[in-house]
Nanobody, 115 residues
Framework: QVLLVESGGGLVQPGGSLRLSCAAS????????MGWYRQAPGQQRDLIAR???????IYADSVKGRFTIDRDNVKNTGYLQMNNLTPEDTAVYYC?????????WGQGTQVTVSS
């Protein structure tokens, strides 16, 4: 099993920012890419950002220009900086490898964007 612990979520007003962290096992950081995923109620869990070991990034259109994914390979920690948040960003956010290891999903961290 891969241990993943997400943190940093919370309640924020539209236009606000949050920074999510993902404390990961060595297994996660041994893969070429890691990603952030989110799942809104009644929706699929979708990949929104991914980053390679070398730092190349790809974003879903829904978050491009607003979110920034980063990783610290020494600390085995991933990050997602979320700016200019909107109510449509409300979801549970997860980290995992890309492609994901289905055995490794953590509890996620709730992000709620509301005025």
């Amino acid at each position: 099993q891969v241990l993943l612990v997400e943190s940093g979520g919370g309640l924020v007003q539209p236009g606000g920012s949050l920074r999510l962290s993902c404390a990961a096992s060595l297994t996660l950081f041994s893969v070429d890419s890691m990603g952030w995923y989110r799942q809104a109620p009644g929706q699929q869990r979708d990949l929104i950002a991914r980053i390679t070991r070398g730092g190349s990034t790809i974003y879903a259109d829904s978050v491009k220009g607003r979110f920034t994914i980063d990783r610290d390979n020494v600390k085995n920690t991933g990050y997602l900086q979320m700016n200019n948040l909107t109510p449509e960003d409300t979801a549970v956010y997860y980290c995992n490898a890309y492609p994901p290891d289905d055995r490794a999903w953590g509890q996620g961290t709730q992000v709620t964007v509301s005025s």
